[in-house]
């Protein structure tokens, strides 16, 4: 094979060698900026205009994480590790109506709803972590065909139970 190219460029007068080498180097330029270059260039803009967002989420997050950290070490605040008596007190203080709640052991508890406002499930839930210290452990929300309504089935905690 080597023999071959080599007899072939023998064969070769200088000027044809020449505009042979400026073809190739052409073509080498030429694939360099088409398969490297231009999607390199193509890519970092494409990460400029996702900067901003970016940014942005990992700030929600950090904000996410220290709200997070804040709710944990949050202390009951008042029920005294009886998480049905705060479930209960919330429910009759606020328009959500009263959920099923089985306890699953001292200080947790299995709730569900069976069709309840998405808005006032989500306000509900704030004021339980808020005023009683409560965390949902896991949460199934199903939508339901009217518009805003949910399922809801939770696992609530008060945050002695869990470590």
Same mark, same amino acid.
């Given at each position: 094979?080597?023999?071959?190219?080599?007899?072939?460029?023998?064969?070769?007068?200088?000027?044809?060698?020449?505009?042979?080498?400026?073809?190739?180097?052409?073509?080498?330029?030429?694939?360099?900026?088409?398969?490297?270059?231009? *999607?390199?260039?193509?890519?970092?803009?494409? /990460? &400029?205009? %996702? #900067?901003?967002?970016?940014? +942005?989420?990992? =700030?929600?997050?950090?904000?996410?994480?220290?709200?997070?950290?804040?709710?944990?070490?949050? *202390?009951?605040?008042?029920?005294?590790?009886? /998480? &049905?008596? %705060? #479930?209960?007190?919330?429910? +009759?203080?606020? =328009?959500?109506?009263?959920?099923?709640?089985?306890?699953?052991?001292?200080?947790?508890?299995?709730?569900?709803?069976?069709?309840?406002?998405?808005?006032?499930?989500?306000?509900?839930?704030?004021?339980?972590?808020?005023?009683?210290?409560?965390?949902?452990?896991?949460?199934?929300?199903?939508?339901?065909?009217?518009?805003?309504?949910?399922?809801?089935?939770?696992?609530?905690?008060?945050?002695?139970?869990?470590?």
């Amino acid at each position: 094979m080597k023999e071959n190219i080599a007899h072939f460029w023998q064969q070769r007068t200088h000027t044809e060698r020449r505009t042979i080498m400026i073809g190739g180097s052409i073509l080498t330029i030429a694939l360099l900026y088409a398969f490297i270059w231009h *999607p390199l260039t193509q890519e970092r803009q494409r /990460l &400029r205009a %996702a #900067l901003p967002h970016l940014r +942005a989420a990992a =700030a929600q997050m950090h904000f996410q994480a220290a709200e997070i950290s804040r709710m944990r070490n949050l *202390p009951p605040k008042s029920f005294n590790n009886n /998480l &049905r008596g %705060a #479930l209960d007190f919330m429910s +009759a203080h606020s =328009a959500i109506g009263s959920p099923s709640i089985s306890a699953l052991d001292s200080g947790r508890a299995r709730i569900s709803f069976d069709a309840v406002a998405f808005d006032s499930w989500i306000e509900w839930v704030k004021m339980l972590q808020a005023e009683q210290g409560v965390r949902v452990e896991s949460a199934e929300v199903f939508a339901l065909a009217e518009p805003g309504m949910v399922k809801v089935q939770a696992v609530l905690s008060l945050p002695s139970s869990h470590p």
